[in-house]
């Protein structure tokens, strides 16, 4: 069976190649001038206005900083389960790199603990209408 194209759920946040998971990471912006580092690709310095930036991997593991529990199906664009709806935990996971990630996190609701340590879980979120599988990330206990 041919596999199907994969391309991320959005531009400039994940890399690696796509059809290995265990190689995939999140990527970060990181200034030369001022040292901040932020989540996603960026041109220039959201602190300093810096041009000096640099695309980084973001490391694979993190630790949780804040969380909360999503009781309700949200709307659109989410692509999760629907019918019927499964209760998920949402959080800020902090990377050595400094930065908060908000991500979906795979792991039963009463285990979610602020401080746990967590590892990144890139998954197919959802086929698109292009026939191509959006792939998007999660964190799961570590
Ligand atoms: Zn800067």
């Known amino acids: 069976m041919e596999s199907k194209k ?15 998971f265990e190689e995939v990471r999140l990527v970060g912006t ?19 206005a810096s041009e000096e930036v640099e695309q980084i991997p973001l490391s694979r593991e993190g630790t949780l900083w804040s969380y ?7 709307p659109e664009p989410y692509k999760g389960p629907k019918n019927p709806f499964i209760p998920f935990g949402e959080g800020l996971v902090e990377v050595p790199e400094g930065v908060r990630v908000v991500s979906i996190l795979d792991c039963p609701l009463e285990e ?13 979120l959802y086929e698109n209408e292009a026939g191509e599988e959006v792939v998007a990330w999660k964190f799961k206990a570590k």
């Open 68 to 74: 909360t529990i999503i009781n309700h199906c949200p």
């Open 30 to 48: 990181r200034c030369h001038d001022c040292g901040e580092v932020m989540f996603g690709t960026y041109h220039s310095c959201a602190n300093c």
């Open 6 to 20: 994969r391309v991320a759920v959005g531009e400039g946040l994940l890399t690696g190649p796509l059809e290995q």
């Open 112 to 124: 979610i603990k602020i401080g746990m340590k967590l590892e990144l879980e890139p998954y197919v």
